[in-house]
């Protein structure tokens, strides 16, 4: 039995980044940045006003002082000419600040009587100017990987960068193995029941920023895995779920090595979970998945996503982990590090009180998974728990 | 001046909900189911062995009993008769329990030889079957609405749901103002500066499930802006950006209410933010947001997202928040509620030194908007806090 931490050191050890490819900025959200994007200006490009105001000289700018105001600077379209003494240029937001002005009075400290305005009473002390290049300046970089979000977007859009570098989608192929199984939507024989892995995983992948592909189920002979295997080509990660432990019928492992997998079985010391299957098929690599509902959708949040970041770029490292209170008490933990169907509402988080991996109701109701190490002591209500958001 | 709170139930007076359409489950995660969806079946479909092992009856499994094993039962293909006295049937994870077997002892317990099993000395209590039902039962409903996870589509999928009836995706026009906004890969002349909200609201609506469109620039000119609107339609949301103050150059509220926009004008109590513009005009919702593009952003988590959650029919509810610890004290707040860009790392969060609204590159550092109330007290180090993830 291994721990959490050395199966994912394993699985790390199988997937490397994917080659880059350019791509237009609307649709770099949701990307992993493969090569630093470069600031082609400086923002803001020019002396900015922060308000709606008149730009005057800041020496000039004392309570009742009066000004003819020469012009006006709009965003888009600044004044040509120098502020000199005694002179004003009306001004708004984002506009440039122009020549000889290094202040603006804003509109609210102003009386004006045609061309001609008066300074109040009481001033405020603030510039109220942006100076060029106070956000970044030309050569600025958005340091690659960095998963792209739509705050960054924006950030690039500013930066006039057009398209950028990303890495590729990581491709990925899953196969449902298994004679149980049938499609949603068809009718099931007695015995049988429908592949739900698949479509949870593949909604999955999407979230991630990968491309799934589902292959047709595949039936419990060689035959029908061999089949699987080779519609599995041209894919970075082959994703199998059921047939990963060792029965009398779990023939996937044996039809993977056959192929020619290198593969390698690992009884992770954790629950939800059952051994995990991983290894390198040619050029792709392998994740054998538990075949049980649960265990393969939270074996997909704890494996097989850290994977696919690696995939794309973004550093080795378990799945993200969040904070919250407890509930409610909770008895000493068990040996084996425990995944909890959890509820995360402000800021607390309730186990759910059945914690069987064969209850997908209870899987799909939960929002987090509460992680209780291997041998926790028993915690008390208030305690502060990690748990990663599904 | 009016609250968050309150600037938000006037946006939602003027959304609704759309209209639901029919999607196969493969597309249905992110959307948000409108219609609650049915089991069609019992799962697990019969009672259910849960362990590799061997089914018998529970009164004879008892230290050092033999039984005769008869048959296999194997996920897909169950055993067809029955289990009598002194009788086992060979059985794996998932497979049907046999008729007359009520145990399914582990193989790790049992010693086989030929066609003879013997049990071991001590044996686990458990029964190790799922029964019929147990997960769920026909009938048994996903309640719309809600937003679907890949757990959701797991689950819907294992309750032979081929499709799902969701909310169609709202439709948003973005129109972005302002004659000093060139597109990112133009050349902007000496005043001019990059559009960057568009494209950072543009993927923002991706990630909400919305169908984002981004219209041409529109100049300061009243026909660019009658052409902007003229090419909004058809949509459910339009989004302005900039403009929408009552500055001298913001004609967009002149524009919009001349074309028949019930607007108003809110002056929300917040930072960073200015005042929005809300309305209706025929059948689209309106919403002006800032053109600052950090008050942009903001605005767009804090205002346009939560619309958007109500037109796809979740309930009207402000951006969701999480809990972390303060990294650092924090002095008095200021009387405007306060979205304060901020960096949250395992468990803890940390404002950015910098909160001035012209910084684009510290929002696109931050991943959330520590949120301080109005009049907000000191805060001291471990102090936990809310905010909003972004």
Not at 1 to 8: H, K, P, S, Y
Not at 188 to 210: E, K, R, V
Not at 365 to 381: K, S
Request: glycine share 10%.
């Amino acid at each position: 039995m291994i721990t959490v931490d050395e199966a994912l050191a394993h699985l790390f050890s199988l997937v490397s980044r994917l080659e880059p490819e350019t791509v237009p900025l609307r649709e770099a959200h949701g990307r992993v940045l493969a090569q630093d994007a470069e600031a082609r200006r400086d923002q803001p490009p020019f002396d900015a006003s922060s308000m709606d105001g008149y730009a005057v000289k800041r020496s000039e700018a004392v309570p009742g002082a009066s000004f003819d105001v020469i012009g006006e600077s709009a965003a888009g379209h600044g004044f040509d000419g120098t502020v000199n003494a005694g002179q004003a240029v009306r001004i708004f937001t984002g506009a440039p600040v122009p020549e000889g002005a290094d202040k603006v009075v804003i509109q609210e400290d102003v009386t004006r009587d045609g061309d001609r305005i008066t300074l109040g009473d009481r001033l405020e002390d603030k510039p109220n100017i942006r100076p060029r290049g106070d956000d970044f300046r030309i050569g600025d970089r958005v340091e690659a990987p960095r998963l792209l979000s739509p705050e960054d977007v924006a950030l690039l859009a500013s930066m006039n960068v057009a398209e950028v570098t990303v890495t590729r989608k990581p491709k990925v192929a899953l196969i449902a193995t298994g004679d149980e199984l049938v499609m949603p939507g068809e009718d099931p024989g007695p015995d049988q029941i429908i592949a739900s892995n698949s479509f949870g995983l593949c909604a999955l992948l999407d979230t991630l920023g990968a491309e799934p592909r589902m292959l047709p189920i595949a039936g419990d002979t060689r035959e029908a895995l061999e089949t699987a295997f080779d519609l599995a080509k041209g894919a970075d990660l082959v994703v199998t779920i059921g047939g990963a432990s060792v029965g009398d019928h779990d023939l996937v492992g044996a039809v993977a090595g056959d192929l020619g997998m290198d593969r390698a079985f690992y009884k992770v010391k954790m629950r939800p979970g059952k051994p995990l299957m991983a290894g390198r098929m040619g050029d792709a690599a392998m994740l054998g998945l538990p075949g049980n509902p649960v265990s393969a959708m939270v074996c997909g949040h704890i494996f097989m996503a850290p994977m696919i970041r690696v995939m794309q770029g973004l550093p080795a490292m378990p799945a993200p982990r969040l904070s919250a209170k407890l509930a409610t008490a909770m008895p000493p933990g068990s040996p084996r590090e425990h995944y909890m169907r959890a509820q995360v509402e402000d800021g607390t988080i309730l186990p759910e009180r059945s914690q069987d991996s064969g209850m997908l109701s209870v899987l799909a109701r939960a929002n987090a998974l509460l992680i209780r190490p291997a041998d926790d002591a028993p915690r008390a209500q208030g305690d502060w728990v990690d748990y990663v958001p599904i």
